[in-house]
């Protein structure tokens, strides 16, 4: 069940955010629950588009960005984000259905991403306080430190995602994510 609002559609936002989700509809054809939530703070949805933009321009491909959310979701228990980032993920990432639950593992098949993940899990799951084995790894897999400060931060951003979807009991409306084995 919601517990925050969701707006019915574009209009019934705050004056503010018209532009942004008009924006995310032009982008991906529909505005999804998420946006419609986060609406209700202009604020909040400028910065979650702001930063998600800028990470987008960032080193890490997008299928490995696709990867941490699966990881991170997974992690954090967000039904939402599992199911969003398992459409997106097998639509426009190409993740196959093997590798989107190797992800949700907290790992995946491809040896360079493997890395990515599983560091990103480790970081969400220990909430930043990793040992040196953890960040030697990373790097060792090809990771500079470039990606793994934005792989930082996609977890961070996607633990936002995670708990207000979670707080407020979004409602999914991306084909439901397969249960995991």
């Known amino acids: 069940m919601t517990r925050l609002t969701t707006h019915a559609d574009i209009d019934a936002a705050p004056a503010a955010s018209r532009p942004f989700l008009q924006a995310v509809r032009k982008q991906i054809g529909f505005v999804p629950n998420l946006f419609r939530t ?6 909040a949805l400028e910065g979650y ?15 490995t960005r696709e990867r941490i959310a699966l990881a ?14 398992s459409h997106i993920g097998a ?17 995946s098949n491809d040896p360079k991403a493997d890395a990515a993940v599983r560091f990103a899990s480790k ?20 990771h500079d430190e470039a ?7 996609h977890v961070a951003l996607n633990t936002w ?13 991306f ?3 397969a249960q995991a084995a």
């Open 91 to 107: 639509t426009l990432a190409k993740l196959d259905s093997a590798e989107i639950a190797a992800n949700r593992a907290g790992f």
């Open 38 to 43: 986060v609406a209700s703070s202009p604020a």
């Open 147 to 153: 990606e793994i400060i934005e792989i930082v931060l």
């Open 161 to 173: 995602t995670n708990y207000l979807n979670n707080v407020a009991g979004t409602e999914v409306d």
């Open 123 to 142: 970081v969400a799951r220990d909430r930043g306080h990793v040992d040196d084995d953890a960040l030697r790894l990373v790097k060792i897999a090809g």
């Open 49 to 63: 588009l702001g930063l998600s933009a800028a990470l987008a321009k960032g080193s890490l491909p997008p299928a």
């Open 72 to 85: 991170v979701a997974a992690i954090n228990g967000c039904d939402y984000c599992l199911a969003a980032h």
């Open 175 to 177: 084909p439901p994510a």
